[in-house]
């Protein structure tokens, strides 16, 4: 069948990038799903930091590839052996296919799946091969998703069927921005009721720790960013406090507000310096998690001694450490509650043929996370 999509075919063109246009719309051959795979026709899909890098050429890919991996859809079509899914259920994309077997897998731990992560690094789904073309040329995958796309082919593995009564558009933050930040807080941070936390970069992922660290309980939750917008954001969130960080005196006013510094310190900017910030803020004996993702080349350096002699534990968080079969049910049921409002983090939804121009966007920093639409 045929279905369009935003296809990158270079990296790191000049910005803006509504002028260079780093991506294309072009109509593809897609490929029916195979075994263990379904056909999506995807409602919406959310512009992320980890599309933007593909794009800046911070975090490389094979290309050319059909970008987005933050989105949601219904099911058209079933390929053989699909096992609980069906036409007409409407699922939520997860960028890393768990295979099930693999030893991370085995321990329960889906978003470190071996045989996904190397799927994913090739471009190409979790059993095998491309099914995008142009005019008998593959078009890579990303990260078992694409989609910015009218249609897709995923695997069984990157979906999860989801409450059919929220809109597309509300749904997509779930598959990136939601678990990844609200799984740091919860799930690799594990922050206890009346903790303090300081969350490091207010994109859409740092923005819904903030949410996630109001839900568990946090007496105070500190938001730092260099952007006001954000900060303002922040603060209608619920956050106790907001401190742009290139303030001289910003390390001062936190021990001040949280004397010897915050429990946990969540940093979701993915640079050197946000998390060195983030770790400089965690008190004695506390947690500082990382949930960004930086350029490859950049090293963190630390001081080894107060590792030991304070008792400090940096963490990794990779998808919020979620299982997503358990997680994002259990945040769609916070969020039609009332309790976890990831609604408010959408600033704007827009065509696909706007995509370049939203990438300019949250590049200067305009948006917490803007929604693109397929009809």
Known sequence: MKTKAAVLHEMALSKPYAHSQPLRIQELELDPPGPN????????????????????GSRPRPL????????????????????????GDHVVCVFVPSCGHCLPCRKGRPALCEPGAQANAKGEMLDGGIRLHDHGDDIKHHIGVSGFAQYAVVSENSIVKVDPSIPFEKLAVFGCAVITGVGAVVNTAKIEAGSTVAVVGLGGVGLAAVLGAIMAGASQVIALDVNAQKLQLAQELGATACFNVTQDDVLERIQALTPGGVDYAIETAGVVTALEMAYAITCIGGTTVT?????????????????????????????????????????????????LPVDKLITDVLKLEDINEGFDRLDQGQAARLIVTMD
């Open 64 to 87: 050319p590839m059909a970008l987005g991996h933050e989105a949601a859809g219904e099911i058209i079509e079933v390929g053989s052996g699909v096992k609980g899914f069906e036409p």
């Open 291 to 339: 949930a960004g993702l930086p350029d490859p080349k950049e090293k963190f350096a630390v001081q080894q001694v107060s590792l030991t002699a304070q008792e400090r534990t940096i963490k990794g968080s990779y998808v919020g450490s979620c299982v997503p079969m358990r997680d994002i049910p259990r945040f769609i049921e916070l969020y039609k509650q009332g309790r």
């Open 37 to 56: 795979e379904v056909l999506i026709k995807i409602g919406a899909a959310g512009l992320c930091h980890s599309d933007l890098s593909v794009i800046n």
